[in-house]
C-alpha cells in the first residue's frame, strides 16, 4: 500500500514539474538538482528494498496439492510449508469444509531493538460428499503436511423382500 502511495506521489510530481517552467533562482544551477533528485532516488529505492523484504519475510510461499489415491481409497491433501512445524498448525472440520491453519511468532533483537512480527497461512478446502471427516489422519514429515481423508464405502444394495398385509 505504502509503494503504491510513493510511486503515485513520485508520478504526480515528476509530471507537475516541468524543467522549461521552473522560476530561476538561486538553486537553478543544474548540479544542486541533479545531487537533489539523485538523493531522492536513493532514498525511493532504499524505501522500495525494505518493503520488498518485509513483504517477503511475511509469506510462507506455501504449495498445496490434492489427488485422490486409489490404493487407499483415500483423499489426498499436501501442503509444503517452510518455517513451520506441527505445533505450529491447526487442522478442523467444520459444515464439511477442512481448514488447514499455521501461524508462528517471531522476534528479532536488533541492538537495544526488539521487533516482534508474525506469520500466517490458511487454506481451506470443501470436502468430498463421500468424505469419511471423522477419520481424517494427518502427518508432517519434511516441511510437508500431509491429510488424508479416508472415501467412505460406496452403500451395498440390499435386497429385502417386503410382506404385503
Known amino acids: 500500500m505504502y509503494k503504491l502511495l510513493l510511486t503515485s506521489v513520485l508520478l504526480i510530481s515528476s509530471t507537475l514539474i516541468n524543467a522549461n517552467d521552473r522560476p530561476q533562482s538561486r538553486f537553478s544551477d543544474n548540479s544542486f538538482n541533479k545531487n537533489i533528485w539523485n538523493d531522492f532516488?536513493?532514498?525511493f529505492e532504499q524505501f522500495e528494498q525494505r518493503m520488498n523484504q518485509m513483504q517477503s519475510q511475511n509469506n510462507f510461499g506455501t504449495?498445496?496439492?490434492r489427488y485422490f489415491d486409489k490404493e487407499n481409497n483415500?483423499?489426498?491433501i499436501q501442503i509444503s510449508?517452510?518455517?513451520l512445524n506441527k505445533e505450529n498448525m491447526e487442522i478442523i472440520t467444520k459444515d464439511n469444509i477442512i481448514s488447514i491453519k499455521g501461524k508462528i511468532k517471531i522476534q528479532r533483537r536488533l541492538g537495544?531493538?526488539?521487533s516482534t512480527s508474525s506469520k500466517s497461512f490458511s487454506q481451506s478446502f470443501s470436502l468430498p460428499n463421500d468424505a469419511d471427516d471423522s477419520n481424517?489422519?494427518?502427518n508432517f514429515k519434511d516441511?510437508?503436511?500431509t491429510v488424508s481423508i479416508p472415501k467412505l464405502e460406496e452403500p451395498k444394495p440390499t435386497v429385502r423382500k417386503?410382506?404385503?398385509k
Open 143 to 145: 516441511k510437508i503436511l
Open 81 to 83: 510449508v517452510d518455517g
Open 162 to 164: 417386503i410382506e404385503i
Open 74 to 76: 483415500n483423499y489426498v
Open 112 to 114: 537495544n531493538n526488539l
Open 63 to 65: 504449495q498445496s496439492r
Open 41 to 43: 532516488n536513493k532514498q
Open 136 to 138: 481424517i489422519n494427518a
